[in-house]
């Protein structure tokens, strides 16, 4: 009898997200989560809405410094990934367009020298301040899906340390555009939950390296 054909499942599928590889926990919430809420939201006989007027949100996840490693040229002890929140405000005009703004911590992404040797490598700390334009179909605003549009004004610190010599250091700032997508579930019309992929462009300097940098996140928003 010839070998029985091998299964495909979500943890080898090639090209998967980064915020996938390696994590089979994070991979079932991320997958669960939209899945999730979108079942409770379809279950109810009448949707609830965010109110329009101002709104204030806080969420955390990871974020992916994508190319950081490509610079450096070592990708054995790189590691392009990181804690990431953010804090914003906004304003929700119509159901389906609001602005909003706020500060992000992308995180850092770090390289150690030969056989991942403290004293030897590089390192890469990222923030961002950004405003965007956040849009819904109309139609589908009490389902939640939203995309935005914007820009980030930036801000990196790098260090790079070699073996017997003093680290050098430099700090650089610069804008970049920014696109993201997302669902959000509101509780009522004061409260919910969102999750969300963001991703930054072009994040860094000529001289130094440019990557863009992609952050998974999930958080609360208050309207009101």
Same mark, same amino acid.
């Given at each position: 009898?010839?070998?029985?054909?091998?299964?495909?499942?979500?943890? +080898?599928?090639?090209?998967?997200?980064?915020?996938?590889?390696g994590?089979? =926990?994070?991979r079932?919430?991320?997958?669960?989560?939209?899945?999730?809420?979108?079942?409770?939201?379809?279950?109810?006989?009448?949707?609830?809405?965010? %109110? +329009?007027?101002?709104? &204030?949100?806080?969420s955390?996840?990871?974020?992916? +410094?994508?190319?950081?490693?490509?610079?450096?040229?070592?990708?054995s $002890?790189?590691?392009?990934?990181?804690? %990431?929140?953010k804090?914003?405000?906004?304003?929700?005009?119509?159901k389906?367009?609001? &602005?909003?703004?706020?500060?992000?911590?992308?995180?850092?992404?770090s !390289?150690?020298?030969?056989?991942? $040797?403290?004293?030897?490598?590089s390192?890469?700390? !990222?923030e961002?301040?950004? =405003?965007?334009? =956040?849009?819904?179909?109309?139609?589908?605003?009490?389902?939640?899906?939203?995309?935005?549009?914007?820009?980030?004004?930036?801000?990196?610190?790098?260090?790079?340390?070699?073996?017997?010599?003093?680290?050098?250091? $430099?700090?650089? !700032?610069?804008?970049?555009?920014?696109?993201g997508?997302?669902?959000?579930?509101?509780?009522?019309? !004061?409260?919910?939950?969102?999750?969300?992929?963001?991703?930054?462009?072009?994040?860094?300097?000529?001289?130094?390296g440019?990557?863009?940098?992609?952050?998974? $996140? =999930?958080?609360?928003?208050?309207?009101?």
């Open positions: 009898m010839g070998a029985r054909p091998k299964q495909m499942s979500i943890a +080898n599928l090639p090209g998967e997200p980064f915020f996938f590889k994590k089979p =926990v994070m079932r919430i991320i997958l669960a989560l939209p899945i999730g809420l979108m079942a409770i939201w379809a279950s109810q006989a009448t949707a609830v809405d965010f %109110a +329009n007027g101002f709104r &204030i949100g806080a955390g996840g990871v974020s992916d +410094n994508q190319d950081f490693c490509v610079q450096t040229g070592d990708n $002890s790189c590691d392009e990934k990181d804690f %990431a929140w804090i914003y405000g906004g304003f929700q005009f119509i389906w367009i609001a &602005i909003e703004g706020g500060y992000v911590d992308l995180g850092s992404a !390289t150690r020298g030969p056989g991942g $040797s403290q004293g030897d490598g390192n890469a700390e !990222t961002a301040l950004s =405003v965007s334009a =956040v849009f819904t179909a109309p139609g589908l605003q009490a389902a939640g899906f939203y995309i935005k549009l914007g820009g980030a004004w930036w801000s990196q610190d790098r260090e790079v340390a070699s073996f017997g010599l003093p680290s050098v250091t $430099s700090s650089e !700032t610069g804008g970049s555009a920014m696109a997508a997302g669902f959000r579930f509101p509780f009522n019309e !004061t409260m919910g939950l969102v999750f969300e992929y963001e991703q930054y462009f072009d994040v860094g300097t000529a001289e130094t440019e990557s863009d940098i992609g952050v998974v $996140s =999930v958080g609360l928003l208050w309207s009101f």
